[in-house]
Nanobody
């Protein structure tokens, strides 16, 4: 069984920073990519950032220049450093990973609230 546990969410004022962390454990097999999605109330889940096994990163346009994703492959962890937060970044943030077998695994989410 695979578990992904997120931490680091919370409330912050606009312009502030938060660092989200995610640790994968259990029967993990050949991770291909890890990353973060978010879902704001009433909106669809959207990709925030992802990082492949080779270190290639992708960011949503809204995250570029403000967020940085990093990964520790040995520990099966992925972090998201979020700076210059805006009220529109308010959402539940979900960690995920995909493996080379086509599997996809999700955490339960951590809330981020940015007040103006």
């Amino acid at each position: 069984q695979v578990q992904l546990v997120e931490s680091g969410g919370g409330s912050v004022q606009a312009g502030g920073s938060l660092r989200l962390s995610c640790a994968a454990s259990g029967s993990i097999s050949r991770i291909n990519a890890m990353g973060w999605y978010r879902q704001a109330p009433g909106k669809q889940r959207e990709l925030v950032a992802r990082i492949t096994n080779g270190g290639i990163t992708n960011y949503a346009d809204s995250a570029k220049g403000r967020f940085t994703i990093s990964r520790d492959s040995a520990k099966n962890t992925v972090d998201l450093q979020m700076n210059s937060l805006k009220p529109e970044d308010t959402a539940a943030y979900y960690c995920y990973y995909t493996n080379y077998l086509g599997g996809e695994y999700w955490g339960k989410g951590t809330p981020v609230t940015v007040s103006s």
